[in-house]
């Protein structure tokens, strides 16, 4: 649903070599405003260290290209296509801020009467390859003809103001003026450029942030080339080192979102104030400087500033007869408008909506609450476009059916609505039901009855700012649309953070392998009557340099979702095998077992990679112990028993993690070909409610021909538990802990008999 708040997880910090490049940056600028460094020194040093900071991490880029990520459900296809781009982009990038760096770095060797045409040629190349390497910007959908001439309109006067800046204060003897006047309007339209990308709705996309620093790169080499054309004091070049520094920073961390597998950063509303207040304030201060010089006014900044005037008027006329404009800070509540457009039928737009939270938040009483409706998709299910627009159109009656005449309905789209309402949030939560019951009803369109799912997220309107409320509603909704569907899920901040780790996550995962994140240890399995090793559990480990150690338990469902489970099960699986090829040169005989999940074993090359490994290594079968767990076997149970029967025809050896002890798994084994059964601790504890059921589980056991390992023995009292029982078995931090290759090898060399 594409609701606008600001995503504050998103939003880039500065990380420790950004901090010290920039505060190398401010000490070079002030030494040379002092005039204790040659101001060329200062642009050379400040450019060619932010340039090499920029091109190294854009060199990265390169070096590892990430992969297509999978399909998630808050990315559409376009937007998929979109999230990887091709490897010349980042190539480009990095030559173009190169070429900058390079321009700058060399200024101070040139002979003065050549430094100009060195800056043209650098800022010549550099434009080349920005033009050429930026990514393509996201599709938006085509806003309305009214929209569009307002922001043409806006564009105009914020240029003009820009324009006429550049012009008064660019040196006047140092230029001829048709030269003065075109460096201005390019400075005027960079300037500009800047402005509407990182005002825009698109401005937290990598390619607006690229674009941003191609524009601020160029803006600071034209300066740069200006300066050195005429007679203008040398420490005036010191006023490109900003530009330049923070162009060649914000293109290399918008390359970096725009190449890495990200979801596409909901579209915030445009930040109109910046576009009406930096091209006046810069016009007034340049005004302000020319007449402190005592210059008269002349003609071409005349002209400009009477040129200001059209676009001024004409856009205010537009706001004047806008309905989606704020009349003022004391706009009505919500259910007091006259002629709402939700009462007559239209859906207010994402200006109204924010609105009319804030009108909820400044009341006397704060009060209410903003649902957000995630709705499966009719269009793939409807029978055209006709039976789509007929089934939205449902939806919209159904959902006015159900909300309060006080309460805003807002942004229906293919997907999803918002409404706003006073009530308190135990009453929002039961209007979240009441809609999703009548939009879960069946649906009659052209081709029969269609069923919808829905997932709503509910958000007090107390809790922070008009858009910290959408921002709060929307993480909700996803949480509602990751569990299911059909439910109303509410915002706290634990769910927050949840959403966020999830989201990193799903950043950070594609790529891991390639980029050697991933280790195994192991942990050894013990014979709990000679408390002898009999072999070890590999047990993956993903070592981030972001999110720090992350448990197979946290990113492997994520895993899952981006289809990458496979790549993982190869590499882990060759690992483990390398590492017990290893061990079993000398004279230990161990096994190793290698965890999987159901979908890694049931597809159709599991049997056969997994003896081709075998074979590249050398090593016997039966020292191979293959796990999956129980709980996850039902749903495919005829494929598994297929692929575990597949295994045992090699030799493998298999094994069924985390046994329930329940009526229905006992049931089920006698279905499954394994040769050893893992349990819990709570079978094996005394104090434990199941500890009866061990004697079950061993007695089907020892019927079936299976070995019983104890896992997760963390104390003496377990291990004595587990031995009493009869299982043969354990394994646990009170047996061994979990350790690297290096130190398992010096654990087994306490047990110079280890060989089973």
């Known amino acids: 649903m594409p609701l606008a708040y600001p995503q504050r997880a998103s939003i880039p910090r500065p990380t420790l070599p950004d901090t010290l490049v920039l505060a190398a940056v401010a000490l070079l600028l002030l030494a040379g405003a002092a005039g204790r460094v040659p101001a060329l020194a200062v642009v050379a040093l400040a450019g060619a260290a932010s340039c090499a900071l920029a091109g190294a991490r854009l060199?990265?880029?390169?070096?590892?290209?990430?992969?297509?990520?999978?399909?998630?459900?808050?990315?559409?296809?376009?937007?998929?296509r979109r999230a990887a781009p091709p490897r010349r982009v980042a190539v480009l990038l990095d030559a173009a801020v190169v070429t900058a760096g390079l321009t700058a770095a060399v200024l101070p060797l040139a002979e003065p009467g050549r430094r100009s045409a060195v800056v043209v040629s650098g800022l010549a190349a550099s434009a080349a390859l920005f033009v050429a390497g930026l990514p393509p910007a996201a599709r938006r959908p085509r806003p309305s003809a009214r929209v569009r001439l307002r922001g043409a309109v806006d564009a105009t006067a914020a240029g003009l103001g820009l324009v006429l800046a550049g012009w008064l204060l660019l040196p006047r003897d140092a230029l001829d003026p048709p030269v003065r006047f075109a460096v201005a309007v390019v400075l005027g339209g960079l300037a500009l450029a800047v402005l509407m990308v990182l005002t825009g709705p698109q401005r937290r996309t990598g390619a607006a942030r690229c674009r941003g620093g191609a524009a601020l790169t160029l803006s600071g080499l034209v300066v740069l080339a200006v300066l050195q054309t005429g007679?203008?004091?040398?420490?005036?070049?010191?006023?490109?080192?900003?530009?330049?520094?923070?162009g060649v920073l914000l293109t290399a961390a918008g390359a970096r979102r725009a190449t890495r597998p990200e979801p596409d950063p909901p579209a915030p509303p445009t930040r109109v104030w910046p576009r009406a207040v930096v091209p006046a304030a810069a016009a007034v201060a340049?005004?302000?400087?020319?007449?402190?010089?005592?210059?008269?006014?002349?003609?071409?900044?005349?002209?400009?500033?009477?040129?200001?005037a059209p676009p001024l008027v004409l856009r205010d006329l537009l706001r004047a007869?806008?309905?989606?404009?704020?009349?003022?800070?004391g706009d009505p509540p919500v259910g007091h408008r006259p002629a709402d457009p939700d009462r007559s039928g239209a859906p207010v737009d994402r200006p109204a909506l924010l609105r009319a939270l804030a009108a909820l938040r400044n009341a006397p009483a704060p009060a209410g609450a903003l649902l957000v409706v995630d709705l499966d998709g009719p269009g793939p299910a409807s029978d055209g476009h006709q039976g789509r627009e007929d089934v939205l159109a449902e939806v919209l009656r159904r959902a006015r059916a159900v909300v309060g005449p006080r309460d805003l309905l807002a942004d229906v789209t293919a997907t999803g609505f918002a409404v706003v309402t006073e009530v308190g949030p135990v009453l929002a939560y039961a209007l979240g039901t009441r809609l999703l019951a009548a939009l879960t009803e069946p649906y009659r369109a052209a081709g029969g009855l269609l069923r919808l799912r829905a997932g709503i997220g509910l958000a007090e309107i107390g809790n922070g700012g008009p858009e910290d409320v959408l921002r709060q509603a929307d993480l909700a909704r996803r949480r509602a649309v990751q569990l299911g569907r059909d439910r109303v899920e509410w915002y706290d901040a634990y769910l927050e953070e949840q959403l966020v780790r999830r989201l990193d996550l799903e950043r950070e995962l594609p790529g891991a392998v390639a980029r050697g994140e991933f280790d195994l240890v192991y942990q050894p399995v013990l014979d709990l009557t000679d408390r002898q090793p009999v072999g070890t559990e590999a047990l993956l480990r993903w070592r981030s340099p972001v999110l720090g150690t992350v448990l197979p338990a946290e990113f492997l469902p994520v895993a899952?979702?981006?289809?990458?489970?496979?790549e993982l099960g190869c590499w882990v699986l060759d690992r483990a095998c390398r590492q017990l090829a290893a061990w079993s040169a000398g004279s230990r005989q161990l096994w190793m077992a290698v965890n999987v999940t159901v979908r890694e074993l049931t597809s159709p090359d599991f049997v056969p990679r997994t003896?081709?490994?075998?074979?590249?290594?050398?090593?016997?079968?039966?020292?191979?112990?293959?796990?999956?767990?129980?709980?996850?076997v039902g749903a495919e149970l005829p494929t598994v028993v297929a692929r575990l029967a597949g295994l045992r025809s090699l030799g493998v050896r298999t094994a069924l993690d985390d046994f329930r002890a329940e009526h229905a798994s006992l049931a089920q084994l006698r279905r499954l070909p394994i040769d050893l059964l893992k349990v819990g601790p709570q079978l094996v504890d005394p104090a434990d409610p199941q500890r009866p059921l061990i004697d079950v589980v061993v007695n089907v056991g020892d019927r079936l021909g299976l070995d019983i390992v104890a896992e997760e023995l963390e104390s003496a009292s377990l291990v004595d538990g587990a031995r009493g029982a009869g299982c043969r078995y354990g394994q646990g931090f009170a047996l061994a802990r979990p350790a690297t290759a290096e130190r398992v090898e010096a654990y087994f060399e306490e047990f110079p008999s280890a060989s089973r």
């Open 59 to 80: 060199s990265r880029l390169i070096a590892v290209p990430p992969p297509t990520p999978a399909p998630v459900p808050t990315r559409s296809r376009a937007a998929r």
């Open 231 to 246: 007679t203008a004091p040398e420490r005036a070049a010191l006023v490109s080192v900003p530009p330049l520094v923070g």
């Open 286 to 308: 340049a005004v302000g400087w020319q007449l402190r010089d005592g210059g008269p006014p002349d003609l071409t900044a005349v002209l400009l500033a009477l040129a200001l």
């Open 321 to 329: 007869h806008d309905p989606a404009q704020p009349t003022g800070p």
């Open 560 to 566: 899952e979702d981006l289809d990458i489970v496979g």
């Open 611 to 632: 003896a081709a490994v075998l074979d590249a290594y050398g090593l016997s079968p039966d020292r191979l112990v293959v796990e999956v767990a129980e709980p996850r």
